[in-house]
T-cell receptor, first 116, second 113 residues
Framework: GAVVSQHPSRVICKSGTSVKIECRSL??????MFWYRQFPKQSLMLMAT?????????EQGVEKDKFLINHASLTLSTLTVTSAHPEDSSFYIC????????????FGSGTRLTVV | DQQVKQNSPSLSVQEGRISILNCDYT??????FLWYKKYPAEGPTFLIS?????DKNEDGRFTVFLNKSAKHLSLHIVPSQPGDSAVYFC????????????FGTGTRLTVIP
């Protein structure tokens, strides 16, 4: 079945630094990848949709200059949290689409980011 | 504004009994609903879905019921098994294939052997 690998699973960084999170589709080509964020005891919130070879589409309220998304190939999308602040601490999770509707949405295992 | 709500953060059920997980939504434009299951340190996996043209969809031990007038859906698992212990998220969308899935906050199900 479709597998999405997300790395790292946990990261701790200092305020002001940048952190890159990778999302790879291992056995399929993902033309579209999605990035979600989940605060404690809250739901998964869509941050942005990335399409291979084009600019990401950000949801309202998400700062595109702070959360840089690159979808350089059909198997890799990256999310870079720039100038991280403690309020950016959260659980970030990616999802890749196989193009078969919702049945084809495969999620990564998530990244727990802690900014100190 | 939480458009999809799961008001029970946790549920414990004895093995072999029925588990009922509930989900409410506020947006009347939602017409496609999904349930995902999530184990610790893993991403959510698709479980079952239902379109608004139906009021019930069944897949093995899992059945989803939709009450559009009440803006309510539920997931029934029967019989419950210890391996069903996980966090269950419901999600909704305005149409199949739409990018934005609105997720609930999840319900942690524990099936007691």
């Amino acid at each position: 079945g479709a597998v999405v690998s997300q790395h790292p699973s946990r990261v701790i960084c200092k305020s002001g630094t940048s952190v890159k999170i990778e999302c790879r589709s291992l056995d399929f080509q993902a033309t579209t990848m999605f990035w979600y964020r989940q605060f404690p005891k809250q739901s998964l919130m869509l941050m942005a949709t990335s399409n291979e070879g084009s600019k990401a589409t950000y949801e309202q309220g998400v700062e595109k200059d702070k959360f840089l998304i690159n979808h350089a190939s059909l198997t890799l999308s990256t999310l870079t949290v720039t100038s991280a602040h403690p309020e950016d601490s959260s659980f970030y999770i990616c999802s890749a689409s196989t193009g078969r509707g919702y049945y084809g949405y495969t999620f990564g295992s998530g990244t727990r980011l802690t900014v100190v | 504004d939480q458009q999809v709500k799961q008001n029970s953060p946790s549920l414990s059920v004895q093995e072999g009994r029925i588990s009922i997980l509930n989900c409410d939504y506020t947006n009347s434009m939602f017409d496609y609903f999904l349930w995902y299951k999530k184990y610790p340190a893993e991403g959510p996996t698709f479980l079952i879905s239902i379109s608004s043209i139906k009021d019930k969809n069944e897949d093995g031990r899992f059945t989803v019921f939709l009450n559009k007038s009440a803006k309510h859906l539920s997931l029934h698992i029967v019989p419950s098994q210890p391996g069903d212990s996980a966090v269950y998220f419901c999600a909704a969308s305005a149409s199949e294939g739409a990018n934005n899935l609105f997720f609930g906050t999840g319900t942690r199900l524990t099936v007691i052997p």
